[in-house]
């Protein structure tokens, strides 16, 4: 119970950092393309949107390192002692022996038909350690692109307001050499 707790703080910790990172990143990035740049109302909105985005993201991604970490190898689930004889009942067991795996053994359970036959206990806990690799990486990935996606829109967003900014302060010092002349 403790490492569960201790891993469910450890992923809170590192997805706020890397949010963190993220968003300091962001920050920066329309002072690179435009020196002047001084953050707006609108561009320290974003960047808040983005930041509760990154972490909500972020502590996802790391809890589902962590959670790759619970995926047992099929010797772990062999020695269980689990019956593997009826194939309907064999990932209510494993659920039960694995509580944190639960959504990922239902899905495997839900999108898989497992009527088919498979020649021993081995092949059916190694098709189920196998499926659930596989759902735990597809989530990892799918948090990968969501973090990406929000880093390319939110950058895109604060870029095009650098560049409006910039546009309106060329536009006030031509303004003003013509006066002065």
Request: hydrophobic share 45%; aromatic share 14%; proline share 2%.
């Amino acid at each position: 119970m403790f490492q569960v707790i201790g891993n469910l703080a450890a992923s809170v910790f590192w997805g706020v950092l890397i949010a963190l990172l993220l968003t300091v990143m962001l920050a920066y990035f329309p002072r690179m393309i435009y020196s002047k740049y001084g953050h707006n109302l609108a561009g320290i909105v974003l960047l808040i949107a983005g930041f509760c985005f990154f972490t909500f993201q972020s502590v996802l991604w790391v809890g589902g390192f962590k959670l790759k970490g619970y995926i047992p190898s099929v010797e772990q689930v062999e020695r269980l002692g689990i019956a593997a004889e009826r194939a309907d009942t064999f990932g209510d067991e494993l659920t039960n022996a694995y509580p944190m795996l639960k959504p990922f053994i239902e899905k495997t359970e839900q999108e898989t038909t497992l009527r088919q036959s498979f020649a021993d206990q081995a092949d059916l806990i190694t098709f189920y350690v196998r499926e659930v690799r596989h759902k735990i990486n597809r989530y990892l990935w799918r948090r990968t692109g969501w973090i990406a996606a929000g880093l390319l829109l939110l950058g895109c967003l604060l870029a095009n307001g650098a560049s409006k900014q910039s546009r309106r302060q060329n536009n006030s010092f031509m303004e003003f050499m013509e006066e002065t002349d």
